[in-house]
């Protein structure tokens, strides 16, 4: 197959629009069949529930090419389990899980010449998303849903290695105790803009969120869950029914525990106790780990020992290793890997 045009070590995470994409419709309480079409642009109306009252979820995973030339994707079950539980949250008609895995494989298959070469870092990243299509100006949920796949290609989260980064305690919430925090949708983001924007301005790569009831446990960033080495080289991960549960972040602990032998634990973490901690780093599909360098609380700064000028020796082996598998150079636990062709 004759791949794209496009400078695969040159591009960034942007929006390229590429051949196919999958689209799926829910009408008269019922799926449709669903299938690959060319045309990006949607039509609605005026008055769709997604443009009124944001009645919408999202999943975010990525095609890439293994060593050995196959293009592959990450665990595209627990996406479709997560979509699922997204979109019972916000009363909207959950996707198929099954029909979900066998849409990400038929887009990428469509796309299949943007999927970038083994070696440039580069992948495919495809963005499931579902949303309410039809007019909703009473506040109830949506009709009618149109469940939608696109793919696009994006390169190297770190070019040149991971820089860790300095992060800020943020002065805004994410995620209220009872509230949206564990599923994927995007009024989460929309109100996180603002927080962004804002530690942007002031220097910062990213904010850290607390727990609102009590402000003084650590929660999440605003797209990647948090993960911590103490000075006995373990992994302590925060715990809150308010942080969405990262396939990332849940595949580290899975290897640190299954292939390094690293004791995990999974508990509140306190504000007040990551000075005690060695590494910190940062979990999700884009960067698989990013190392963070320091957090600033107001006037206290709280610097992470290990992971001052690179990540820090205990993620960098999380980090090998889960990359490892991902690539196809480690074996991968049964059902980790889905090959696509
Ligand atoms: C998507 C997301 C993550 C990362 O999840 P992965 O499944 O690892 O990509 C973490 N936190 C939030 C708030 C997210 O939306």
């Keep these: 197959m004759q791949k794209k045009d496009v400078k695969w070590g040159e591009i960034g995470f942007g929006y390229i629009k590429t051949d196919k994409r999958y689209v799926c419709n829910y009408r008269n309480g019922s799926w449709d069949r669903g299938g690959l079409i060319e045309d990006a642009d949607i039509v609605m109306s005026e008055c769709a529930g997604v443009l009124q009252y944001s009645q919408s979820v999202f999943e975010g995973l990525k095609a890439y090419t293994t060593e050995d030339g196959h293009i592959v994707c990450f665990r595209p079950d627990l996406n479709a389990d997560r979509m699922y ?136 960033t605003g797209g990647a869950n948090a993960i911590f080495v103490d000075a006995d080289g373990n992994l302590v991960v925060p715990k809150s029914d308010s942080i969405l549960p990262s396939i990332t972040r849940r595949s580290i602990v899975y290897v640190a525990q299954n292939y390094l032998g690293i004791k995990v634990t999974e508990r509140e973490v306190l504000l007040s106790e990551v000075g005690n901690f060695r590494e910190m780093g940062l979990c999700g599909t884009a ?55």
């Design 85 to 220: 539980n997204s979109a019972l949250r916000l009363e909207m008609p959950p996707f198929d899980r099954e029909k979900f895995v066998q849409a990400v494989v038929e887009v990428v298959k469509a796309n299949a010449a943007w999927v970038p070469p083994y070696g440039y870092g580069a992948t495919l990243y495809i963005r499931p998303y579902m949303f309410g299509i039809s007019p909703v100006i009473g506040v109830k949920p949506a009709d009618d849903y149109q469940f939608r796949i696109f793919t696009t290609p994006v390169g190297a989260y770190f070019k040149g290695g991971a820089k860790p980064i300095a992060i800020k305690v943020s002065d805004f919430d994410r995620a209220a105790p009872r509230g949206t925090g564990n599923i994927k949708a995007g009024l989460n983001y929309a109100m996180s803009l603002h927080a962004i924007v804002t530690a942007h301005n002031e220097g910062y790569s990213e904010n850290i969120y607390l727990d609102p009831a009590t402000r003084t446990k650590i929660e999440e």
């Design 287 to 341: 960067a698989v780990i990013s190392p963070v360098a320091r957090i600033n609380d107001h006037d206290n700064i709280i610097s992470f020992a290990d992971n001052q000028v690179k990540m820090g020796p205990v993620l960098q082996k999380l980090y090998d290793t889960l990359t490892g598998i991902q690539m196809g150079r480690i074996e991968a636990p049964e059902g980790w890997v889905k090959v696509i062709e």
